[in-house]
C-alpha cells in the first residue's frame, strides 16, 4: 500500500531511479508484472511517464567507439614492444609467442575502450533538471535563457540543465504552469536554439517569446495565450495544427476534441492562481471542488447531489484552503465536515 501511494508522486526522473521500477523493466516476472499492470490501471495519467522511462532503460546500452584499423594495429604492436622485447626465437615459436601476447594486449585494451566510451556516452547524455511541487505550493523557476515558469501546486516539469544553439529551448510539463518566454528572434529567421517548445499529454506548444498559461489535469490541456502567438500541435494523428492569438483559450481532451474560444479577460484569469486568487466564469461548485482536489490533494464529497450545480461568481482567495471553503461557506451557506484526505460538504 505505502509503494503504491508513493509511486502516485513519482515523476520521470523518480522512475527511472527506482530499484523496483529498474527491475521490472529488466527482469519482469508474474509478481512485478500484476503490480505494475494493476497499478498503471488504477493511474492512468502515468502511463506517459512510464512508457517514457520503460523506453530510456530499455534503450541504454554501452556505445563502443571504434578507432581507425591503423591507429590500432600501431598501439597494438607499440603495447606488444614495451611490455616485452622482440626475441630472437624460431619462427613457429615466435609466431605463437606472438599471438599469445596479442591476446594479453587485447585482453587490457577491450575493457580499457569500453569504459573510456562509457564515459563519453555519459558526458553526452543530456542532464535533465525536474523540479515538482507539493499539494498548496506555488514555484518560480528562472530557465537557462532567462524565461520564467511559475509552477503551480502539485506540478511538475523537467528540462535539461544547459541549453545549447543547437538544439530547442524544451520542458515537459504535468500540471500547471505560466510561461513568460524571452524572445530570442531579432532577424525574423527562426534558428533551431530560439524556437521554445512544451509537452504536455496531448499537446506539443511552440512559441517565440509570448506569456501564456497550460493547465494539464485529468486528461485534458487547457491552453490561454496572454500575449504573442502560439504554434500547437496535437498527439493525435491527422489533426491540424493550430496558431493562437491573444485571448484565445484551447480545450483539448485525451481524444484530441478540441474546443477553442477567444476572450482576453478569460485568458488573463486563466493564472490569477500566480497571485492566489481562483477566478473562474460562473463556475459550478463541481468545476471549483476539482480545481481545489488537484492543488490541495483532497476530495470532495458531496452529500446532494445538487450541491454540484450551484454557481459562485467572484474571486476566490487560495491562500491557503481554509480561506476558499470559508469563502465559499458563507457565501453559499454550506458546511464543510474534514475526514482526513476527504471533505464532507452538505447544506447548513
Given amino acids: 500500500m505505502k509503494k503504491t501511494e508513493k509511486y502516485r ?35 492512468p495519467d502515468k502511463k506517459k ?18 578507432p581507425d584499423p591503423l591507429k ?5 604492436n607499440q603495447a606488444l614492444a614495451t611490455i616485452e622485447g622482440l626475441e630472437q626465437k624460431p619462427a613457429r615459436s615466435r609466431g605463437l609467442l606472438i599471438m599469445a601476447r596479442r591476446w594479453r594486449v587485447a585482453a587490457v585494451l577491450i575493457p580499457l575502450l ?12 543530456p542532464e535533465l533538471r525536474a523540479i515538482k511541487t507539493g499539494y498548496g505550493k506555488i514555484s518560480r523557476l528562472v530557465l537557462p535563457d532567462s ?28 500540471g500547471e504552469a505560466f510561461f513568460d518566454v524571452k ?54 494523428a ?41 477566478v473562474l466564469s460562473d463556475p459550478t461548485l463541481s468545476e471549483i471542488f476539482k480545481y481545489l482536489e488537484d492543488t490541495y490533494g483532497k476530495s470532495f464529497i458531496l452529500e446532494d447531489p445538487d450541491l454540484a450545480r450551484k454557481r459562485l461568481n467572484g474571486p476566490i482567495l487560495i491562500d491557503s484552503l481554509d480561506d476558499a471553503l470559508f469563502v465559499m461557506s458563507t457565501a453559499l451557506n454550506i458546511s464543510f465536515t474534514n475526514e482526513g484526505d476527504s471533505i464532507r460538504v452538505n447544506f447548513k
Fill in 114 to 125: 569500453m569504459i573510456t566510451s562509457l564515459f563519453f556516452w555519459w558526458l553526452k547524455t
Fill in 9 to 43: 508522486q513519482y515523476v520521470l526522473g523518480d522512475f527511472l531511479d527506482d530499484n523496483y521500477f529498474q527491475d521490472w523493466i529488466r527482469k519482469p516476472d508474474e509478481e512485478k508484472n500484476a503490480f505494475w499492470e494493476k497499478w498503471l490501471q488504477d493511474n
Fill in 238 to 278: 491527422g489533426r491540424q495544427p493550430v496558431i493562437m492569438k491573444p485571448g484565445d483559450i484551447l480545450l483539448v481532451d485525451s481524444a484530441n476534441v478540441i474546443h477553442r474560444t477567444s476572450n482576453i479577460e478569460h485568458a488573463l484569469n486563466a493564472s490569477s492562481w500566480k497571485e492566489k486568487k481562483l
Fill in 72 to 76: 590500432v594495429e600501431t598501439s597494438l
Fill in 49 to 66: 511517464e512510464i512508457g517514457l522511462a520503460r523506453e530510456i532503460l530499455l534503450n541504454i546500452d554501452f556505445k563502443i567507439s571504434r
Fill in 183 to 236: 524572445h530570442l528572434d531579432s532577424d525574423h529567421k527562426i534558428e533551431n536554439h530560439e524556437r521554445f517548445i512544451v509537452h504536455t499529454e496531448n499537446t506539443v506548444v511552440e512559441v517565440l517569446g509570448t506569456s501564456f498559461d497550460i493547465r494539464e489535469r485529468r486528461g485534458r490541456t487547457e491552453i490561454a495565450l496572454q500575449k504573442g502567438a502560439i504554434h500547437v500541435l496535437f498527439s493525435k
Fill in 147 to 174: 524565461s520564467v515558469v511559475v509552477l503551480n501546486a502539485n506540478s511538475s516539469v523537467k528540462y535539461e540543465k544547459k541549453w545549447n544553439r543547437d538544439a530547442p529551448r524544451e520542458l515537459w510539463l504535468n
